[in-house]
Each structure stands twice: as structure tokens, then as C-alpha cells.
């Protein structure tokens, strides 16, 4: 017996194809999901866009330096090519600095803040550490890399992804990690007061032997009002 072709009425065809059309949405929401993009926050200014570098410079080889998608800025170890990328739109005062990061197992990184252009951005500014290296408190994930030691010490697990809250206003400096704050510095931290009070934002790089990486994201800041 031959049978007939089956063929769908408008009334049903309609809601058939608009259930579809939300099926794909749905799964096209489940992954963006996975991978969140930077978000504006009230009262913050994004310095990464999530997309590409602008507004960045890297001082030093290209070398390692990568977008990845979900907004991710990553760093590749790259043998002899220590470098760093710094945020080149302007230099900043006081502010409070909120990003996220992850590191390789025995990683070591580091956020500059106030630095000068050129070599040693350490030195010329101050760093907040990342590592999960063997280290002493001074220099070791949270730490004002030699100048301020961490108390307590933060969480420093490598391949997972924790975060900063960095709050510099005058000579003061404050680091919050996973939401814990583990530095609040004062008068006791002498080298500090010598530091400049301005200056630029910038990232290490995965500094150490390859396959070592080292990840950013939602990079943002809030500039404060000088007192």
C-alpha cells in the first residue's frame, strides 16, 4: 500500500519551527555561558576589550602574546623573551583594579601598577606577584614583590582561575585576593613611600621556561579623586 506523503498545516508548522528556533538559541546562550565576555561594572572602565589588543603595547618580542576566545589575554612562556604589556592609553593615580588571572604550575607573573615604560617595570613601579612557586611571603602570590609581604596567604593553586582587587590610593596599597585581603600596607613599608604615585597598568608575562602560561581577563578600574 503506497503511503501518502505527510505534510504539516500552518497552524502546526508555526510553533514547530518557533520551538526550534529557541532550541538553537538556548544552546548558543549554554556556551557563550561557559565563556563569559568582559562586562562593563558600575563605576569601572574596562582596560581589555576581550577581543583584541587595542589600547595595549607589549614592551618586548611579540612572542607568546595571544587572544583567546571567551575574552582571555594569555601569555605563552617563550624562551629569552622576558617582556611585558602595559596599557597605553594613559597612566593612572589612584584607583582600584579588578582582574582575573590563572597560572601554570609553578607559574610566575605579576601585576604592575604605576610603572614607567621600558625595562623593570618592578622596579620603576610596584608588582603584585603571581606565582605558586616555592616562595617566601614578600614574594609570593598577593605580595608587593619585595616590598610588602602577604598576611594571610592567598589561595596560590595553579590552573584555576582567582582574582584581584587592587586599591592604590597615595602611598597606599591594598590587595584583595579571592576576596580575602592578604596586604594592607602603612608606614612600616618604607621602600614603598619612595614608589611613584602615578603611573601605568601593566601585565607580566608567563615568566618562566616553557610550557609555562599564564591568563587574563576582565580587566578593569575605577579611578578615585585625588585627595
Given amino acids: ?43 569601572f572602565t ?14 618586548g618580542g611579540q612572542a607568546g602574546w595571544s587572544v583567546k576566545p571567551g575574552g582571555i589575554l594569555r601569555n605563552d612562556a617563550s624562551v629569552g623573551n622576558h617582556n611585558w604589556i602595559y596599557y597605553d592609553q594613559k597612566t593612572f593615580k589612584n584607583f582600584i583594579l579588578k582582574l582575573e588571572w590563572k597560572v601554570a604550575p ?16 618592578w622596579a620603576t613601579g610596584v608588582e603584585v606577584q603571581i606565582s605558586n612557586a616555592p616562595r617566601d611571603n614578600s614574594h609570593c602570590t ?27 590610593v597615595g602611598t597606599r596599597y591594598t590587595v584583595i585576593a579571592d576576596g580575602v585581603t592578604c596586604v594592607e600596607s602603612g ?3 618604607k621602600a614603598l613611600l619612595a614608589r611613584p604615585l602615578e603611573g601605568l597598568i601593566g601585565l607580566q608575562d608567563a615568566h618562566q621556561k616553557p610550557p609555562s602560561y599564564i591568563e587574563y581577563r576582565n580587566i578593569r578600574i575605577k579611578e578615585l579623586k585625588s585627595n
Fill in 106 to 121: 609553578n607559574g610566575n607573573s605579576g601585576v604592575f601598577l604605576r610603572a614607567k615604560k621600558g625595562d623593570a617595570p
Fill in 187 to 189: 608606614d612600616q613599608h
Fill in 142 to 168: 598577593g605580595s608587593l614583590y619585595g616590598l610588602a609581604a602577604v598576611d594571610p596567604r592567598p589561595d596560590e593553586r595553579a590552573d584555576l582561575w582567582h582574582s584581584y582587587e587592587i586599591h592604590c
Fill in 46 to 59: 574596562l582596560l581589555f576589550n576581550g577581543k583584541d589588543m587595542e589600547g595595549w603595547t607589549i614592551h
Fill in 1 to 43: 500500500m503506497k503511503v501518502p506523503p505527510i505534510t504539516l498545516s500552518k497552524s502546526f508548522a508555526l510553533p514547530l519551527f518557533t520551538t526550534l528556533i529557541c532550541l538553537a538559541c538556548l544552546t548558543s546562550s549554554t556556551v557563550t555561558a561557559e565563556h563569559p565576555p568582559a562586562k562593563a561594572e558600575a563605576g
